[in-house]
């Protein structure tokens, strides 16, 4: 079979930490082609959806983990799968690529579905769970979040559309800094930023939980380093095992279906203490970090699933 893997430029690629060379490598080794789709590079014809491709393979080397082959257009008749795998943020030509790929026939897979990752903004979509989140304010308003903050003390701040920790800051009222840092979250009259309350337990790292088909695979938490209050491992995270906890597996319960409904089958979600933080949903990773601390290979199983 023929799958697509939609995805940043090759040469942005960790081969020791993203997601999708492990998912190149499982359907590789079932025997499939793998193809690397640049954004943009999806038509609507006539005769259907094509595609503008790279005929790649997994080599296995860290320093050159791609053999890049022939450029080929693709018909969709031609794919079998399509893995969605671009990070945020979600701008004009990830938009108009999801509406494109939204025309493709029922028989090409996408995991996960265009008109899924549309819907769920992944800083966004989960307030519609209150009971399940810390304290939360999504404003374009400067005045409200200063209100806001004068009232808890500090607070947690996240752009909509960020990813890997960038942009996300732990502002106090007496921070020296205060007004650089909502002059920078505000610098566009129109953007929303999303404000949450400062949880006790992010001291003790967040959690990833990994589900496929709204069911859990794994977790990891992710620990900050010492210099630095974000969790993430692209800001020097570490990571650890961990256990899903009824509380999770509660968490995971509420959003099975709505997630199962929108065609969203390989999820990451983010969970500090009790509480949900996001719903990813357009390259989950933490897949190789998972796998090293289970000693397993968890993508071969994935793949199996979203392909059969």
């Avoid at 800083?123 to 004068?150: C, G, N, Y």
């Avoid at 800001?235 to 319960?253: K, M, P």
């Amino acid at each position: 079979m023929k799958i697509l893997f939609l995805m940043k430029p090759l040469a942005y690629v960790k081969p020791d930490k993203d997601t999708s060379v492990l998912l190149m490598q499982a359907c590789q080794r079932l025997g499939h082609d793998i193809y690397f789709l640049p954004q943009g590079a999806t038509s609507i014809t006539p005769e259907g959806i094509v595609f503008d491709v790279v005929l790649i393979a997994c080599t296995g080397d860290k320093e050159s983990p791609f053999d890049v082959r022939q450029r080929e257009r693709l018909h969709e008749n031609d794919v079998a799968a399509i893995f969605i795998r671009t990070d945020p943020p979600f701008d004009d030509v990830y938009l108009h690529d999801m509406w494109v790929l939204d025309r493709l026939s029922d028989r090409v897979r996408c995991i996960n579905s265009p008109a899924g990752i549309r819907t769920v903004n992944e800083k966004l979509w989960l307030t519609q769970f209150r009971h399940l989140i810390p304290k939360t304010w999504v404003t374009t308003s400067r005045d409200m979040l200063e209100s806001v903050l004068a009232e808890q003390g500090q607070l947690i701040l996240k752009p909509t559309n960020g990813f890997g920790g960038q942009s996300i800051f732990l502002l106090s009222q007496e921070d020296v800094n205060k007004h650089v840092i909502l002059d920078t979250m505000f610098a566009k009259a129109t953007a929303y930023v999303v404000a949450q309350e400062v949880l006790a337990d992010a001291a003790n790292g967040d959690k990833r939980i990994l589900l496929c088909d709204g069911e859990p695979i794994g977790a990891v938490l992710r620990v900050h380093p010492a210099h630095d209050h974000r969790n993430n491992l692209d800001v020097g995270g570490q990571a650890l095992a961990t256990e899903i906890t009824v509380i999770d597996q509660a968490i995971i319960a509420e959003l099975k279906p709505a997630l199962l409904s929108l065609g969203l089958r390989f999820v990451g979600i983010d969970v500090i203490g009790d509480y949900l933080i996001e719903v990813n949903v357009t390259s989950p990773t933490c897949l190789q970090e998972l796998n090293a601390l289970d000693g397993y290979a968890h993508e071969d199983d994935l793949v199996n699933r979203f392909l059969v």
